[in-house]
């Protein structure tokens, strides 16, 4: 299996990331410099309780869509019950949260922050306007409509910058509730523009019955783990709410802000990989699987390990302190402490596959360990009062679950030192018939 063979897609998703890279580096930016660092603080928490939900719902309903809807006979009865799962986590997990907030007054001020409640009340609001979006995000993904991705997601950036203007030039954009407007109306243009995109594809009805206790036992396996890290994510800024105030949380969350891009490059680098997987699994192919996911590691840690680079030999600081005030300044040395993630993010592979072959209960162990890192590596980070320590949880958690990850994938690939090297001299090689090809 050669990389080249799947240049096509693979191209079209690193232009999809390259958007989130643009928006992130740009729009997002110029949004953050126009905010207090405790209101930008305040959309942190709005934009982490937000993520929870749809990686419980990712976890319950849509890792589910694709891993059963390979079948193409029962793809009907799978897009019925995982859409009727997805809609209810969603609303019954943002209602449940948000009442937490709204009818506890004593769990806001017990975290020093009594405008959380205000979060909470736009919470049921936004997750609504987003959930036709991730919704059908996945038929994309499912069927490697790379393309479409790409241009579904410029509409989506494209109506939050449009709508950052119009909020800025009438009433000025300096709440948190501001931003979290703009993220309302981009995730509504964008889940109308993909009902759309999307329209033949959402068929609720097939000859073939998919078997519901065996999509709800995988997907209530996934969400245990997905679920348990974005809790910890989640109690990991409340934590450092109660120890930094929401001034502190507004800087952390600037440096996770920028950390999105490689955020949004695992996701699309993931979403390449687990279809294939789940593929090439079903086929038994060995040799074909162990070439397929040391490509993936190996050409995804080379990405990473230039970004990283760039970011620490300069570009970090170019960003942060020459384009945003000086209110956010710190951000800049927490982003590049954050940013060691980077290194360890391409071995996420291992959890795609162990998602492919329907080892949930293992991730589940895996994730319970490093979530339990996660949060003792926060309280611990939050009674030491040392600012620039606030990234180390993250890192704790990311290097714990990737290290069992790996040594899983290992076992069952036996992956060796020339399968994670092998991108190299395979980009050379392109490199190199590339330029032939161009010389007259």
């Known amino acids: 299996m050669r990389i080249a063979d799947h240049l096509g897609k693979l191209s079209w998703t690193l232009g999809d990331k390259a958007l989130f890279l643009m928006y992130g580096f740009g729009v997002r930016l110029w949004q953050i410099s126009l905010l ?12 982490v309780w937000h993520a929870l939900i749809f990686t419980l719902s990712e976890g319950i309903a849509l890792t589910a869509l694709i891993k059963f809807g390979v079948e193409k006979e029962q793809r009907g009865s799978v897009n019925k019950q995982t859409g009727l799962l997805h809609l209810a986590t969603c609303i019954g997990a943002s209602l449940l949260m948000a009442s937490i907030f709204l009818l506890f007054p004593a769990v806001p001020q017990f975290f020093g922050e009594p405008r959380l409640s205000d979060v909470a009340l736009y919470l049921p609001l936004y997750v609504l306007v987003t959930i036709p979006r991730s ?4 038929f994309l993904i ?5 393309r479409a991705l790409f241009f579904v997601n410029l509409t989506w950036f494209a109506t939050m910058t449009i709508a950052t203007v119009i909020v800025e030039l009438t009433s000025g954009l300096r709440t948190f509730e501001d931003l979290a407007l703009v993220q309302m109306v981009g995730a509504l243009v964008s889940s109308l523009h993909l009902l ?10 097939s000859k073939v019955q998919a078997n ?7 997907g209530m396996n996934q969400a245990g783990s997905m679920g348990l890290l974005s809790v910890g994510n989640m109690l990991d800024r409340l934590i450092m709410q109660k120890f930094f105030g929401t001034a502190g949380v507004g800087l952390y969350a600037t440096a996770h802000t920028f950390f999105r891009a490689f955020d949004a490059l695992r996701d699309g680098m993931l979403g390449l990989v687990y ?20 490509k993936a590691i190996s050409f995804y840690l080379l990405v990473n390990v230039a970004l990283f680079t760039a970011l620490q030999v300069g570009l970090a600081d170019f960003i942060i302190v020459g384009l945003l005030p000086e209110q956010y300044h710190s951000a800049a040395g927490l982003f590049k402490v954050l940013i060691i993630v980077a290194l360890i993010h391409p071995f996420w592979v291992s959890w795609t596959y162990a998602m492919a072959r329907g080892d949930t209960d293992k991730l589940l162990r895996f994730t319970i360990v490093a979530t339990f890192a996660h949060l003792t590596s926060s309280w611990l980070v939050g009674m030491s009062m040392i600012q620039m320590f606030m990234p180390l949880p993250t890192i704790a958690m990311h290097l714990v679950l990737n290290i069992l990850g790996f040594v899983y994938l290992r076992r069952h690939v036996h992956l060796t030192r020339h399968d994670l090297t092998r991108a190299v001299p395979d980009s050379l090689r392109y490199v190199k018939k590339l330029v032939e090809r161009l010389r007259p």
């Not at 519901?212 to 036992?217: I, K, P, S």
Request: proline share 3%.
């Open 36 to 47: 207090p660092r405790s209101e930008f603080g305040l959309y942190g928490h709005l934009e």
């Open 275 to 294: 279809p294939g997987a789940v593929q090439l699994i079903a086929r038994n192919d060995a040799d074909v699987i162990r070439t397929f996911l040391g």
């Open 212 to 218: 519901f206790r065996a999509v709800l036992r995988f």
């Open 142 to 146: 499912r069927d490697l409509q790379m």
């Open 135 to 138: 919704y059908c995000l996945k």
């Open 196 to 205: 759309w995109v999307t329209r033949e594809q959402l068929v609720f009805r």
